[in-house]
């Protein structure tokens, strides 16, 4: 038999239902280094930090986690990121990272108040620390102790192939007591 016939017999052999009459199957393969060449991505919340920004203390040996309502205030939280191809790629195209932060008052005269901190990602970054700074008779915070959380609500990606929500997180529990002004 010859190499001609020896190749119609196999075109004939392997030939499916979708191949028209007169052309070869089609052979193809392909081979990546790994199974999830792009990985999974991952965040943490970390180091959630309340301190107040207040330039006049009663005493120099005062808690920056006690303040005035009167007085400037910050609430922030890290958020970092694992490093894989996908996760590069999502912090190149600009994912939008919300915190919400809520301050959960103790006692009749301290409301629950949440605020807000946000920021879109940038290339070659994987960490970042997402800050609030306000006031806190602006912010609502009436004199009482307030334990304070975050939410965290990563993506969708600023751009216009624009991506769903891929990710949500929480930590919770650092505390903030407020007093009324005027009594340093």
Known sequence: MSNEMDAMAAIAQF???????GQTPEVGTTETRSRTIVGPVTFKLENLRVR???IKPADPSNSPFIIAEDEQYEVAVDVVFNRT???ELLMCLGTRIIIDFGLEGYGKNAPEVDVQAT???SKDVYTY???HRGVAQRDG???GLYEIGAVATVGPVENRCTTKIWGHGYIKEVLLEVYASGQE
Do not use: F, W
């Open 141 to 143: 915070l009436k004199p």
């Open 85 to 87: 191809p996908l996760t």
């Open 52 to 54: 107040g920004l207040g």
């Open 129 to 131: 620390s997402l800050i």
């Open 15 to 21: 030939k499916g239902p979708n191949v028209p009459e």
């Open 119 to 121: 920021l879109v990602t």
